[in-house]
């Protein structure tokens, strides 16, 4: 069965930096796309950013609020996803998840087919409290 | 970058209710939606993509459907465990905004 186990989220000080991770056990992870979503308290869901298999070029992406602060970043031999967070302000507080990247293909025309993405398997997440 | 809308905001329904929950995208987004279902503390689970197109898993009550700009997810005979908060997420473009969310609770 696949598992995602989030860690390292705490109390840090507005402008500090910190490093959370997101460990996966049940699939091949070295294959498998990862997506960093958020939850302030209280609030909805914001993504954060995805970074594809190295296959694909282990590209990350982010959205426009963590952006030039954020980096995330995967090992492969350690079947390990990481989210690094610099310059952390008082509203990059919350849960943070990470999931996978489910997919399916969905109509083809006669030179490419949509492909659907959406977040298959989710950790239960690890809180990050900034506040000084 | 794309901007989601959902209302409700908040919903009170009854055991066995037909609801239904609009979504709404600021551009076009084909059928590149999903629709993603939270208990409270909970992770979110995915219940839909592709506008309609059911999770694995997931109970034929439940509906989607939509192009473009606007999308529906209608929940046809509520159970106990669908009191929740439902989200619905474009996959067109990144970032992959979600909506605000839509809170779903006991009448």
């Known amino acids: 069965e696949a598992q995602l186990v989030e860690s390292g989220g705490g109390l840090v000080k507005p402008g500090e930096s910190l490093r959370i991770s997101c460990e996966a056990s049940g699939i091949i992870f070295s294959n498998a796309w990862m997506i960093w979503v958020r939850q302030a308290p209280g609030k909805g869901l914001e993504w954060v950013g995805r970074i594809t298999s190295k296959t694909h070029g282990g590209t990350p992406d982010y959205a426009t609020p963590v952006s030039g602060r954020f980096t995330i970043s995967r090992d492969d031999s350690k079947d390990t996803l990481y989210l690094e967070m610099n310059s952390l302000r008082s509203d990059d507080a919350g849960v943070y998840f990470c999931?996978?990247?489910?997919?399916?293909?969905?109509?083809?025309?006669?030179?490419?087919?949509?492909?659907?993405?959406?977040?298959?398997?989710w950790g239960k997440g690890t809180t990050v409290t900034v506040s000084s | 970058d794309i901007q989601m809308t959902q209302s409700p905001s908040s919903l009170s329904a009854s055991v066995g209710d037909r609801v239904t929950i609009t979504c709404r995208a600021s551009q076009n987004i084909s059928n590149y939606l999903n629709w993603y279902q939270q208990n409270a503390g909970k992770a979110p689970k995915v219940l839909m993509y592709?506008?309609?197109t059911l999770q694995k898993g997931v109970p034929s009550r439940f509906r989607g459907s939509g192009s473009g700009t606007e999308f529906t997810l209608t929940v046809t005979s509520l159970q106990p465990e669908d009191f929740a908060t439902y989200y619905c997420q474009q996959s067109y473009r990144l970032p992959y905004s979600f909506g605000p969310g839509t809170s779903l609770d006991v009448k």
């Open positions: 999931s996978t990247v489910g997919w399916d293909i969905g109509d083809c025309n006669a030179t490419r087919c949509q492909t659907f993405y959406f977040m298959e398997v």
């Open positions: 592709a506008a309609g």
